[in-house]
């Protein structure tokens, strides 16, 4: 049986977030970027686009969280975890944040995309035109890169697919390079 008839089966065939039945795909959950069962929710398109996408957030969407945080899917209860993390401004996230209870090992989970950090303390990475980057994002190079401790430059125009952040320094990011792994400057890249 395949991820997605597995997930499908599971969630009801409704998304496992508001239970919408429109617009459904399989959302793995970051930092993962393989599609596992165990890993993966069912989504509707628009609890998708406002996870991906932190400038269209309706705050009044996510209340339906109020019942979808009680779900027994660890990736379930994940990304309900990190929207009312991200949406803790509008007040009535904090009480159901602290009804919430996380074995530690999803709470890490939940925790490994900077969610719960205050935003002073938050890294976030940004490209060339100020979008914000995530792990797993592809971008394309703006200028050509000498790449430090060999002779290799990687070229304006070159594609990174799945780069991955450096969560101590907002201007580094990583990935392969004609199959090198290299540290870019956020500021010499482009978002695709």
């Known amino acids: 049986m395949s991820v997605e008839s597995e997930v499908t089966e599971r969630s009801g065939n409704q998304c496992e977030l508001c ?9 793995p959950i970051p930092p993962v970027t393989t599609q596992t069962v165990g890993t993966s929710i069912l989504t509707c398109s628009t609890c998708a686009d406002q996870m991906n996408n932190p400038e269209n957030v309706n705050a ?3 209340r339906c969280l ?10 379930v209860k994940v990304m309900a975890w990190r929207m009312l993390s991200r949406l803790k401004a509008e007040g009535w996230t904090q009480d ?6 996380l074995e530690d090992d999803v709470k890490k989970w939940a925790e490994s995309e900077g969610d719960g950090d205050e935003d002073a303390v ?3 990475h940004k490209d060339s035109n ?8 592809s971008v394309v190079l703006i200028k050509d890169l000498p790449v430090k401790g060999s002779s290799m430059i990687a070229k304006r125009g070159t ?14 990011i990583e990935g392969k390079v004609d199959g090198q792994q290299i540290v870019i400057i956020t500021k010499y890249v482009k978002k695709t």
Do not use: C, Q
């Not at 239970?19 to 959302?27: I, M, N, P, Y």
């Not at 159901?96 to 209870?101: Q, S």
């Not at 594609?159 to 580094?172: G, P, Q």
């Open 66 to 75: 109020n019942d979808s945080m009680w779900s027994e899917v660890d990736a």
């Open 130 to 137: 100020g979008v914000t980057l995530s792990a797993g994002d």
């Open 122 to 124: 938050k890294i976030i």
């Open 96 to 101: 159901l944040l602290d009804m919430m209870y």
């Open 19 to 27: 239970t919408s039945t429109e617009g459904l795909a399989v959302f």
């Open 60 to 62: 009044n969407h996510w």
């Open 159 to 172: 594609a990174v697919r799945r780069i991955s952040l450096d969560h101590e320094n907002a201007e580094y």
